[in-house]
């Protein structure tokens, strides 16, 4: 009886320990002598503590003999050989988890050349398994040699810069060879090409465009030289260019390995900006130029610079700093007619057949001609060329891609150009009619003409008004802009900004006497301040019926301020029930206090963090129109805790029901008070936060842990596989009533790109939900008991192959407030389940199958043939002829 029980215990035994697996780092491992090295190895399916220990030993062969290296356990393992570079860090040990470790060695010999075993003494109850695992190390000589040729120190902008660098290496064992391309600037260094191990090109991210458009080719060439070719060089390119040559070695499972590396400065490149060389001069060169209306007028833009020919031009002529014709750098010109209907309200044409017709022609390289016939008082004014250089920034492989870049710009000396002709004159003055004493307070503005002469009849006014902020409001410098203007036709153009606000009568401009223009704001604003100018222009009828301008003066700038208190904001968090214990309702009043902000509405942010310098979540905002709204940090599930009313004119109440040591933090109120003015178009918007006050209580409770057990590693097709999540607690252990868990199971499939999914979930009510998969399996969960659940996968399938692992959140309910509390999120160990698939059982029917139905058939042919030949070939009774006699024959 005694050995029956023992005989069955053994089995027992058996069937639940599996048997233990020591790996090591694939192999052989090809090292370059001097560098680091670092071997690991690790243990699985063992039984024992979970803390496992490691040796290493080594020999200079297969079969030989084996020196003691070093021990996680005995500190004096190793052999006297060793014993100085183990004592001097030159050979160590590192545990990276309970049952794997990584034998490192700092500066790798050639002697240290051989193989390496890692043993792990035996913990099981069983001996089953391997102890021990070897690999091969290759030690070879540091042959790498990296030799650059220093580029050209200066090269001008548009020019290319060749980077060649020379990179060998003796080819003893199957190694492969990188060259790395990068340029240093400052203290940054950036990769521009990396070339290898396997012939692959990699480009840094600031170079990808520039490469793909081949403005960056890379020129392999013989005996490891290779050539980056940079095209089309620009300042950017500035830098200390380096050559970094690596060498790989490519180890089993397909993972490539850097042994060594060398790093050599090619030298620094400065790229000369197309700037300091280019000059545009114009002819005639004198300062001035006196025509009549009706004749021709000829300019000469001349270009010259350093490269001129790796430079594409735009060139343009500029009156009075406005375009008036382009050629640009593909050859196109363009007249730019707005730079005289810009200063004209005419119909449609008028302002273009006051001015003469404009051409450009390039009549040599760098030579550009500009050619006004029939020139009008209109044409005169200061002209100057002005030229863009641009240089491509593809490749010329390329064809350029259509990318250009600016590479210099520059204006010529001016020529005044005047076309005699007796222009109106007149004196303007802008006179403040209501000056703005505060803010929403009208301003009128008056802007008279005076003094009015050489005005011809028919000739009429127009008026032109300009704002300019006061220096300080905005950080651009002042400028100016427009607000509206009445043209000679009396019609009123106002800005696009500002139509809207001349629609509600907000903004008014109107002409109040023949030489009186006006402008009026309703309702001043702070935006409103700053210097006005009106510019009145003179026109007259030509010949043809048309306005044209004559003449035009700008008043003096006139300055509308006031004295302004800025509104500002406080708000004051006091707790009016604070949460000592789990459980407890927390609730805090928030008091908002203004000076200079008028019928403010607000918008309320509730925000919060765990310490100090932890990041900031916001928990509920409260619109001015009162709608709450959760933030992202708010768990859906306590939201009906949540609370954030107005309980006041200026006064906000938020409060927490129910507590729990997640809650425990700084939490505060960040108000932004809206104020609309009066004119209904501009808002105040100032936001202040209050102080910050703390949920802080103690409660100690249980702790959790988890595991993950299956019942085979390995099964086949169809069959079910059964996996074990199990918790445990320990410390203030709640009632079982008062404990419940939320479980996860996850999926891992290691082919074909590794992904991980979720299988299933059972909630702490005990709700299961199944996710979609790609298996025709079928899983289910299985409660076993509080704290074990069980997942079976039915009818497993090739597809069931991988690692699974389950995710547990403890809920319990605390003694001590008698609410429900979530503990810390758990993830267990994962398992690799293996689908075999099953080659006797797929084809072992069919085979049958098809024997049987061979035997039948052939039984059934005998059977047929034999009564056919009974049935059809049964001798006749007949006369037999004679043998002797001739047969009568018989004829016609």
Known sequence: MDRVLGLVFAVFVLGEVSARVVKVSPGPLIRVEGQPVSIRCDVSEYGGPQEQDFEWEMSSSSSGSRIKIISTFDAAYSHASLSKRVASGDISVERLQDNQVELKVAEVKSTDAGFYWCQTPSTDSVISGNYEAKVKLIVIPNTLRVSPLAPPPVVPEGSDIILSCNVTRELTQPTYLSVTWSVKRGSTSEDILVFGPQGDVAVGPKYARRYADGGIRLVPGKNGVFELVVTRATPSDDGLYECNGTE??????????????????????????????????????????????????????????????????????????????????????????????????????????????????????????????????EDGGVYACRVRAFVEKGGRSSGGGGRWHMAAEKTSSVVTVKVAQIKPNFTLTLDPVLTPLATSDPTELACHVTNITHLPRGGRLAVTWEHTLLPGVTQDPPTSHLIGSLDAHGNLIPASSLSEKMKSGALTLSRVQPNTFTLRIQQTQEVDMGQYVCSVSAWTLTSQGDLMKSSEHQSSALTVRWATKPPTLNVVAKPVREASVGGATFEMSCTVSTENIREAGYSVLIQSQDSLQSTVRTIMTLSPDSVVQHGGATDPARRDS???????????????????????????????????????????????????????????????????????????????????????????????????????????????????????????????????????????????????????????????????????????????????????????????????FAVWESLKLPLLYGVSASVGVGVFSLVLGLVCAQCCCRNTTHTPRSRNKLMDLEMD
Not at 277 to 282: A, C, D, G, R, Y
Not at 660 to 683: E, M, P
Not at 783 to 795: A, F, M, P, V, W
């Open 642 to 836: 949540l609370v954030l009313v107005k309980s006041g004119p200026a006064e906000f109440r938020f409060r927490l029901n129910g507590v729990q040591l997640s809650d425990r933090a700084f939490y505060w109120c960040a108000i932004t008070a809206l104020n609309k003015q009066q004119s209904g178009h501009t808002w105040t918007k100032v936001t202040s936060e209050s102080n910050k006050v703390r949920i802080d209580f103690q409660e100690n409770g249980p702790s959790f842990a988890i595991a993950i057990q299956s019942d085979a590693s390995t099964v086949y097709p169809w069959e079910t596989a059964k996996m074990e999540c199990s918790l445990s607690v320990s410390g203030s252990s709640p009632k079982t009533d008062d404990l419940a868990y939320e479980v996860r199971w996850f999926f891992t499939r290691l082919r074909g790109g590794q992904t991980t999914v979720q299988v299933a979930s059972v909630d702490r009510f005990g709700v299961l939900r199944k996710d979609a998969r790609n298996s025709s399996s079928d899983v289910s969960v299985e409660r076993k008991d509080t704290h074990t659940y069980q997942l079976n996968i039915h009818g497993t399938q090739d597809s069931d192959s991988g690692e699974y692992h389950c995710v547990a959140t403890p809920w319990y309910l605390s003694a001590s407030t008698g609410a429900w509390t979530q503990a810390a999120e758990l993830t267990s160990s994962r398992v690799f389940l293996t689908v075999k």
């Open 248 to 377: 790989w070695t490519h180890e089993d499972g397909g993972r490539w390995v850097k042994i060594v590396q060398s790093a050599r400065e090619m030298g620094t490149v400065a790229v000369t900006p197309t700037g300091q060389s280019l000059s545009v001069k114009i002819s005639p060169s004198s300062p001035s130029l006196l025509l009549t209306p009706g004749n021709t007028l000829t300019l000469l833009c001349s270009v010259a610079a350093d490269n001129l020919a790796a430079l594409s031009l735009e060139v343009t002529w500029l009156v009075d700093n406005r375009d008036i014709i382009t050629m640009d750098h593909s050859g196109v010109v363009i007249s730019n007619t707005s730079a005289s209907s810009s200063s004209s309200s005419s119909p449609a044409g008028g302002a273009q057949g006051r001015r003469g017709e404009s051409s450009l022609e390039r009549i040599r390289v760098g030579d550009y001609r500009l050619g006004v016939r029939g020139v009008s008082g």
